[in-house]
């Protein structure tokens, strides 16, 4: 695995009439295993003081259902705050045996499933790195497991997140999921 450097983001202190009420569903915090902006507990605190009605905690090596039942539990209250999955090679990429686990977690946070983002196939070759990436499609055809990982997010009323497949993919991934009735599609990074 290859380390990457990363530069936290700066709070821009933005205060908008726009903000107020919204869902923030892309959260990125502290722990994680590259430098963030803000650990969870404070995120979630500058969130709320700029009227934000919600937000998604995301990594993308761990699950955050976790995290999200902690901040619930121990720091600011009357914000809703979840979490979410992605299938990156440390949850096992396309597992399926992965999203009913973040849906069980303490509190039942977990409300998004990203597809393969800083490990997908897509990123990995794109970037001409040598490492373990996730792949999604053979062929022009989705994988098995990916087909499995829709049912499960559907029959669990979660989330879809295109993740950081090629746009090809993406589109398969989304068509498969009309087709499986989900309301809710997130088309990360467009």
Known sequence: YKTRSYTP?????LTDPALIGAVHVHAHCDPDSYP??????????????????????????????????LVRQHGTQSIEVFGGLTLDTT???IN???VPYMVDVAGHYGRIVWMPTHD???EVTYLKESRPFVRVSRDGQLLPEVLDVLTL????DLT?????VSANEALMIMREAKKRGMQRIIVTHP
Do not use: C, M, W
């Open 96 to 98: 399926p045996q992965a």
């Open 160 to 164: 879809l997140a295109t993740g950081h």
């Open 9 to 13: 983001s700066v709070d821009q202190h």
């Open 36 to 69: 963030r902006q803000a650990d969870a507990f404070d995120v979630v605190r500058l969130a709320k003081e700029r009227g934000l009605r919600g937000v998604v905690l995301k990594n993308h090596y761990t699950e955050t259902a976790g995290l999200a039942f």
């Open 120 to 122: 997908s196939e897509h």
């Open 91 to 93: 949850v096992g990429g």
């Open 153 to 156: 997010i559907g029959q669990n």
